[in-house]
């Protein structure tokens, strides 16, 4: 049996697409390269545990962004979480868009589910009561 024989032949479809996600990895910085590989192999069943990619995910977020996310989690507003941070809301917003692109989620929902499914909304508010 040849080295080819038994291979799949790829389309033009399929290199054209596999060029565009390669060209999408080498745009990103490489502290997000990490977190997508990991969201790709829990997407494809190659890692053992959704759990453990996203606290890896929430693990790679900055001090900042992880007060920013406990705000979100306790419900309060951009405007709300400017005030209690002393920042602006336009600093709000950039944090907010890169806790939600490193936890590659596209929704303020999709975080919340992500954050509770992972255990963070409870490690976020312990001792909180």
């Known amino acids: 049996m040849s080295s080819t024989e038994g291979a799949k032949t790829m389309t033009d479809a399929e290199a054209h697409a596999i060029a ?6 080498h745009a990103l910085p490489p502290a997000s390269l990490g977190l997508v590989l990991r969201a790709a192999a829990v997407q494809t069943g190659a890692s053992s545990s959704r759990e453990e990619a996203t606290q890896a995910a929430f693990h790679a977020l900055s001090p900042r962004e992880r007060e920013v996310l406990v705000l979100l ?5 951009n405007d709300r979480i400017a005030t209690v941070l002393g920042i602006s809301a336009k600093t709000v917003e950039t944090h907010r868009a890169k806790i939600m692109r490193k936890s590659a989620v596209h929704s303020l929902a999709q975080l919340l589910r992500l954050a509770i499914g992972a255990g963070y909304f409870e490690l976020a508010f312990a001792g909180k009561a």
């Open 20 to 25: 565009a996600v390669v060209d999408i990895l």
């Open 73 to 77: 989690l306790d419900g309060q507003t």
